[in-house]
């Protein structure tokens, strides 16, 4: 176990920098995961942390040593790709105990740890097949067992269940959290996904063209989001934003205005009594949930996503109002985009 | 009173009875496509096939008409001091060209897959050779092979001080000088085809390994040799029929006396095209494809079923 730390991180291919030099620290036992876009640098960035690309510039720092010129198996680190990266000329078994090729355990130590291992994952009755006949979900749990079995120093994660339906993805996601809580080692996961961010992370970091933007538990992040884009990408579905102003302390809508008014869907609710911040608008299109719906809403040219409760579904063409309690309003700066508080 | 129904019989409506169904269509359209090649292959290929089966029991001269002599040809072809001789160097073409080639072209592959500098023009380097003509480069290997002050590879080993070899005009160099050209010749394609298996590789098997701490030589053996086996069977079968059937390049390097010195480099083919179109003894040399295509058919599936995969 170790801790993991960037230090004015830079990685440039040939004269473009796709990562612009990030600091973060994570600690002994942390759950981190990277969120961001398509191309942001999560990726990249795991890969140096383990080895699998040059640094171009900064530290990293894994326990107190600076490993930047050391080799992938040099760091003590395990690896779990998007893609499984599982031999498919090897049995499940082998495969797992791949990940011991070079321990200098004894045979029946090694044995034994994969049979562990094994059990954990509940591959026991898999181990003799070849991974053409295994599904989706076995073969990402073949991949972390190859990693399991090494005790490494860190696990590092990528995208691991992006290839995956959306319900194996939700048992997997609940697989690798107890994982994590069994063995307590460091774990840096990346996704794009921000329910896996918000469900599996100690913390989260979010990344955006190669900046880290914020970094925080997951309910600080949502809580208390540092800029417009954390605030939209967090939270499902997104934040609404409108253009707004302060007039005589109060914030009103007003197109072109110096600030953004953020409300969740979530506390905008169709319907409920008079709240600090009421908004109306003409419906274009609901999407019942089962315990609620969503509405869509137009208000001043712009769509506003509201929620109503299940069985009050409003219909299209009608015109609703919804309401949000007091605290519920982010307000950001336009220009900068920045944060500036809650009302 | 009998009950009568009227019309057609209820659940069963008359469907309009069409003759070019959606699959007689496909069919069509299909057998049109292959009927060309199916007939090119039973006239060209097939049909001489099986008709050298039957020659091979005849006496033909190509003038009067073949008789029937049943296995006459096969005892004498056994009896024939010849064909031993031919036998065993068509086999040494074959049990020192396959290896020799295939762990060269394996060794080029894979160091030229690591090459970004010069890449193609190296790669169109190796494959020059391969869409060659076969007799120009003997030709040219002929000369290499010359006396010193004319032959390249002679004026450099005497440049050490090395005394001359006679290479092609040695019983015992000559087969081995031969066998050079012919691996130099396939190459090529070994190599395209060998680059093609390796970057079929996904890299993260490699980047896998990397992390689980395998060095290079173990990555070799445990990842790359392994994913590389459905090429390699490939090309162990293919390069080990072309060995068999090794003909261009032994014809062309020893012309004055085609198989020489003494046929200590004859192959079957050249035997056999001694035999029909020097000789012409057609039943004769029918019998001695016969047995060439049985020992191709031989080596083949022995090679397949040695490198099968094994679940
Ligand atoms: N070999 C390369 N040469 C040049 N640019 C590259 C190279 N590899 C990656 N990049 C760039 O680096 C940036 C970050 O890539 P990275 O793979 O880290 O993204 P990511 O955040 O993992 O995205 P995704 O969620 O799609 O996997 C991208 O803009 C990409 O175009
Ligand atoms: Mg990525």
Redesign the interface.
């Known amino acids: 176990m170790a801790t993991i730390a960037l230090r004015n991180l830079v990685k440039s291919y040939g004269k473009t920098d796709v990562i612009h030099g990030i600091n973060l620290d994570i600690a002994d036992g942390e759950f981190v995961v990277f969120v961001g876009p398509s191309g942001c640098g999560k990726s990249t960035t795991l890969r140096m942390i383990a080895g699998l690309e040059e640094v171009s510039g900064g530290e990293i720092l894994i326990g107190d040593q600076v490993v930047n010129e050391l080799d992938p198996k040099r760091r003590n680190i395990a690896m779990v790709f998007q893609n499984y990266a599982i031999y498919p000329h090897m049995t499940v078994r082998q495969n797992i105990a791949f990940g011991l090729y070079t321990s200098p355990l004894s045979r029946e130590q090694k044995d034994a740890r994969v049979t562990e291992a094994a059990t954990m994952l509940g591959l026991t009755p898999l181990l003799d097949r070849r991974p053409a006949a295994l599904s989706g979900g076995q073969r990402q749990r073949v991949a972390i067992g190859r990693a399991m079995v090494r005790d490494p120093a860190a696990f590092l994660f990528d995208e691991p269940l992006s290839n995956l339906d959306a319900q194996l993805r939700a048992q997997m996601r609940i697989e690798i959290k107890r994982l994590h809580q069994r063995l307590g080692t460091t774990i840096v996961y990346v996704t794009h996904d921000q329910v896996e961010a918000m469900t599996m992370a100690d913390r989260i970091v979010v990344m955006r063209d190669g900046h880290i933007l914020q970094s925080g538990t997951p309910t600080e992040i949502y809580d208390a989001p540092a800029n417009v884009f954390t605030a939209q990408f967090i939270g499902s579905p997104s934040m609404n934003l409108l253009p707004a102003a302060e007039v005589e302390g109060r914030i009103v809508a007003q197109a072109g205005g110096p600030l953004l008014a953020g409300l969740r869907p979530h506390d905008l609710v169709v319907g409920a009594e008079e709240g600090a911040f009421a908004i109306s608008g003409e419906v274009t299109a609901v999407e019942p949930l089962g315990p609620e719906t969503l509405v869509h809403f137009l208000t001043e040219g712009r769509t506003v996503i509201a929620t109503a409760p299940a069985r009050m579904i409003p219909a299209i063409g009608s015109t609703v109002q919804a309401s949000a309690p007091r605290g519920a309003l982010y307000l950001f700066d336009a220009a900068s985009e920045k944060a500036l508080g809650r009302r | 009173m009998a009950l009568t129904e009227q019309g057609a019989p209820a659940g069963r409506p008359d469907r309009p009875h069409v003759f070019w169904t959606m699959r007689r269509r496909q069919l069509l359209w299909v057998w049109g496509f292959l009927a060309v090649p199916v007939l090119f292959y039973g006239v060209i290929r097939f049909y001489p096939t099986g008709h050298a089966f039957w020659l091979s029991l005849t006496d033909w001269d190509l003038m009067s008409d073949p008789s029937f002599i049943g296995l006459d040809n096969y005892t004498r072809l056994f009896a024939d001091p010849q064909f031993g001789r031919v036998f065993r160097n068509t086999f040494a073409y074959l049990i020192m060209g396959t290896p020799i080639s295939l762990i060269l072209s394996f060794i080029i592959a894979y160091a030229l897959d690591r090459v970004r500098f010069g890449h193609t023009f190296l790669r169109a380097l190796y494959f020059l050779p391969f869409i060659t003509t076969a007799s120009a480069m003997a030709w040219v290997w002929r000369w290499f092979y010359q006396p010193a002050p004319i032959g390249v590879i002679n004026d450099f080993l005497s440049g050490f001080g090395i005394p001359q070899m006679a290479f092609l005009n040695s019983t015992t160099w000559a087969l081995p000088s031969i066998m050079v050209t012919a691996i130099w010749a396939g190459l090529g394609f070994q190599i395209i085809i060998f680059m093609a298996g390796l970057r079929a590789i996904?890299t993260?098997?490699y980047?896998?390994?990397?992390?689980?701490?395998?060095g290079e030589w173990?990555i070799l053996r445990?990842?790359t040799l392994?994913?590389l086996?459905p090429t390699t069977v490939f090309l162990v079968v293919f390069s080990s029929i072309g060995f068999l059937r090794i003909f261009d390049q032994v014809y062309n390097m020893t012309t004055n006396d085609p198989g020489g010195p003494l046929g200590s480099t004859k192959p079957l083919v050249l035997m056999i095209y001694q035999t029909a179109f020097s000789s012409y003894q057609m039943g004769y040399a029918a019998a001695q494809t016969v047995v060439l295509f049985t020992i191709l058919l031989v080596v083949s599936l022995l090679q397949l079923w040695i490198l099968r995969e094994r679940?």
């Open positions: 996904p993260t098997y980047e896998a390994a990397r992390i689980d701490g395998l173990a445990r990842i392994p994913l086996k679940t």
